[in-house]
């Protein structure tokens, strides 16, 4: 049997593994102690940390460390064209993230592995009074692994202040397909653009530190004042949810992936744009529209169409409450 994935040689409770580094000046300004439990507190810390590697001919889930408000339901084998595949739905039990809460999530994929993960629904951002939210995610994808991380929307509520930065380790020979999705705020209530400030940093690079993409994000209407920089062009564009998904792959060029994300979104009716990243290493998309139906489905579609490309098998039906 081949040995299982190291466990990480650090102190995962130590407040500087869970509290995010470089935190922009514009999250970082609003740091303050709260009136209720403070960073650090019993439930204010979440913590993942998953490996996995192939056993039997299958990906098993064989290294897991959780820390409550973050856990996982039991990984599941539910897809027909990649039986080997494992999936595994985050979940968070508080029902969302409020002020003073450090998460980090680490997610370890072995040679050979196939991994597919999801969040159980939308991640809510609750108002804040006093400091941030943040949200460290470290992604390893070693060599002939194939891996998914495609989260359901981040839903940020009037006055939410949030950062999360999400590092992505790809090795030579592996794939990752990679998803967000970034709503105004609760639009049933009438907010739109409320929070108080959004950012989040994606770092793409190779093992050996080569950089391969950095997608920034800076939203800071701040209640109402910077609203018009947020709905302009090349952020929202006076539209309500924004979509991204990167694929960094060499199981096909960059530009037969470019062409397939823009093939598969060309007759939906969304805006949207399609290019290759840094060193041909992949492409990706950003889509824009009013309705999250239409961008879910969108989003859908174009991760279908590279699963097809990719696999040669479609995507499953994740069928969620």
Not at 140 to 154: F, I
Not at 289 to 317: F, K
Request: contains cysteine; neutral net charge; aromatic residues 6%.
């Amino acid at each position: 049997m081949p040995p299982t994935l190291p466990r990480p040689a650090v102190d995962r409770l130590a407040p500087e593994y869970y509290t995010a580094e470089r935190v922009p000046p514009e999250v970082a300004a609003l740091a303050s102690v709260p009136d209720t439990l403070a960073p650090g507190s019993p439930a204010k810390v979440g913590i993942l940390d998953l490996g996995f590697a192939v056993r039997g001919g299958r990906t098993e889930l064989v290294e897991r460390y959780q820390k409550t408000p973050l856990q996982i339901m039991r990984p599941l084998w539910i897809d027909a064209g990649l039986p080997g595949m494992s999936y595994v739905y985050l979940m968070a039990t508080g029902g969302g993230i409020a002020q003073a809460d450090r998460y980090r999530m680490d997610f370890r994929c072995g040679p050979g592995t196939q991994v597919h993960l999801t969040t159980q629904a939308a991640s809510k951002v609750f108002r804040m009074e006093h400091d941030y939210a943040s949200q460290r995610v470290h992604l390893t994808a070693e060599e002939g692994s194939y891996v998914e991380y495609l989260p359901d929307p981040l839903i940020p509520f009037k006055d939410a202040r949030f950062y999360q930065r999400t590092e992505v380790t790809v090795a030579p020979g592996a794939t990752v397909v990679l998803g967000d999705t970034l709503t105004a705020g609760r639009l049933a209530r009438g907010e739109r653009h409320d929070y108080r400030v959004l950012a989040t940093d994606l770092r793409i690079d190779r093992p050996d530190g080569t950089l391969l993409a950095i997608d920034t994000l800076r939203l800071s209407p701040g209640g109402g004042r910077g609203r018009a920089e947020v709905l302009g062009p090349g952020v929202f564009a006076g539209h309500d949810h924004v979509a991204s998904l990167f694929v960094v792959t060499d199981r096909s060029t960059a530009t037969e992936v470019a062409d397939t994300l823009h093939d598969a979104l060309a007759d939906l009716g969304l805006l949207y744009g399609v290019s290759v990243l840094p060193g041909e290493c992949g492409a990706w998309v950003r889509l824009l529209d009013d309705s999250p139906i239409r961008v879910a489905a969108a989003r859908n579609t174009a991760w279908d169409a590279v699963r097809r490309l990719l696999t040669g098998h479609p995507a499953p039906d994740l069928r969620k409450p």
